[in-house]
């Protein structure tokens, strides 16, 4: 039982949704319990799945959207044989769409093996298109005027330059 509460000022920059949590701080020396209630702001994509093969984008990448709380979680994936196999696995049928499918597929276009133009193309070939459409955003250290007009072809939500930014980001999510 709380014999004290102490509720945080509300803050109006949270226009997006929050989760409320109590957190109960007791203290036995002298019996005493306070209440705190935390609101924190739900973040735009839950889970995000990160394909790049450079570790340390992909670290810093992962930083910036944990830190942000622009995602709860990040799966990092460093090849697009591993992230096709995985995107089979969670966003092939309509129903896994819904319930697995990451939320946001950020995507290098340079990697060994198959690049970013080859996994769009075999989930294009797959039938994704909406998943293309709807989650990837692909991002590139330089995106050429060719590149970019190879993107748009395949009508993906987005491309963003590397070093990824949290300001790049929240005006994609501006744009949405």
């Given at each position: 039982?709380?014999?004290?509460?102490?509720?945080?000022?509300?803050?109006?920059?949270?226009?997006?949704?929050?989760?409320?949590?109590?957190?109960?701080?007791?203290?036995?020396?002298?019996?005493?319990?306070?209440?705190?209630?935390?609101?924190?702001?739900?973040?735009?994509?839950?889970?995000?799945?990160?394909?790049?093969?450079?570790?340390?984008?992909?670290?810093?990448?992962?930083?910036?959207?944990l830190e942000e709380n622009l995602a709860r979680e990040v799966q990092v994936l460093n090849s697009a044989e591993s992230a096709l196999s995985t995107l089979a696995k969670l966003c092939f049928t309509p129903q896994d769409q819904q319930t697995?499918?990451?939320?946001?597929?950020?995507?290098?276009?340079?990697?060994?093996?198959?690049?970013?133009?080859?996994?769009?193309?075999?989930?294009?070939?797959s039938g994704q298109e909406q998943l293309i459409q709807e989650r990837v955003v692909l991002l590139s250290c330089s995106i050429s005027a060719q590149d970019r007009a190879r993107a748009e072809a395949y009508r993906v939500h987005d491309i963003l330059l590397k070093p990824f930014s949290s300001t790049s980001f929240l005006n994609l999510l501006e744009q949405s």
């Amino acid at each position: 039982m709380c014999r004290h509460s102490l509720d945080p000022p509300s803050n109006p920059i949270l226009a997006a949704p929050t989760e409320t949590y109590l957190i109960y701080l007791h203290y036995p020396t002298n019996d005493f319990t306070y209440c705190l209630r935390m609101n924190y702001q739900k973040p735009p994509f839950p889970l995000v799945l990160l394909v790049d093969a450079d570790t340390i984008s992909s670290f810093l990448t992962k930083l910036i959207l944990l830190e942000e709380n622009l995602a709860r979680e990040v799966q990092v994936l460093n090849s697009a044989e591993s992230a096709l196999s995985t995107l089979a696995k969670l966003c092939f049928t309509p129903q896994d769409q819904q319930t697995n499918c990451p939320d946001l597929i950020l995507m290098d276009l340079q990697m060994p093996g198959m690049d970013g133009f080859g996994l769009l193309q075999l989930l294009l070939e797959s039938g994704q298109e909406q998943l293309i459409q709807e989650r990837v955003v692909l991002l590139s250290c330089s995106i050429s005027a060719q590149d970019r007009a190879r993107a748009e072809a395949y009508r993906v939500h987005d491309i963003l330059l590397k070093p990824f930014s949290s300001t790049s980001f929240l005006n994609l999510l501006e744009q949405s």
